[in-house]
């Protein structure tokens, strides 16, 4: 019996290695959305060369068109960085520890010690693709009424809320020391 069971554990054990299919996959998509991302940027800044020599209407319509490039790049470069920290966090929790990660050189963003780490993590990255296309879309609003200014007002104040809310959630978790070592201190 104890020989079935350990082999038995020991596929178990193994059976966590199928996490590196969604490791590999998400790393090829982060790699992907880069590539796309950056030949974007190239060809926005190849079309801006004749910038100068246009017209004042169509400099103004080219104008716009860069500043809606410019975000859908942001949130492109975004999205490749929550595919990037989500395959490296899913490798250190699930298959083992990167080296490099911990180094003094290394950013503690990428450094993931466990499932909340991963969680906060991606949901700033996450946040921050919100923000963005918030701005994508403001960009092309138009305000026919007043109450189409105080819902883009409420929506930039719950912006700053989620921001807030999530810079003071950080600096509760990381700012202060776990409570075992406040309790000497507090005596």
Do not use: C
Request: charged share 20%; no cysteine; aromatic share 10%.
């Amino acid at each position: 019996m104890k020989t079935i069971e350990r082999i038995f554990e020991g596929f178990l054990w193994n059976a966590r290695l199928v996490v590196l299919v969604a490791v590999i996959a998400s790393l090829l998509v982060s790699f992907a959305i880069f590539f796309i991302a950056t030949v974007d940027v190239f060809f926005m800044l190849v079309h801006l060369l004749h910038y100068p020599e246009l017209e004042t209407s169509q400099r103004a319509i080219l104008h716009d068109e860069t500043i809606k490039h410019v975000v859908q790049v942001i949130d492109g470069y975004l999205l490749a960085t929550v595919l990037l920290i989500f395959s490296l966090g899913l490798y250190e929790l699930f298959i083992s520890r990167i080296d490099q990660a911990d180094g003094a050189s290394a950013s503690r963003i990428l450094s993931i010690r466990n499932l909340d780490d991963l969680k906060n993590r991606l949901a700033k990255v996450i946040l921050m693709i919100m923000v963005v296309k918030f701005f994508e879309h403001a960009i092309g609003m138009s305000f026919a009424t007043p109450r189409d200014m105080l819902g883009f007002a409420g929506g930039i104040a719950l912006i700053g809320l989620a921001l807030y809310l999530s810079h003071a959630a950080e600096k509760h978790t990381f700012g202060h020391p776990p409570r075992e070592h406040r309790r000497g201190q507090d005596s």
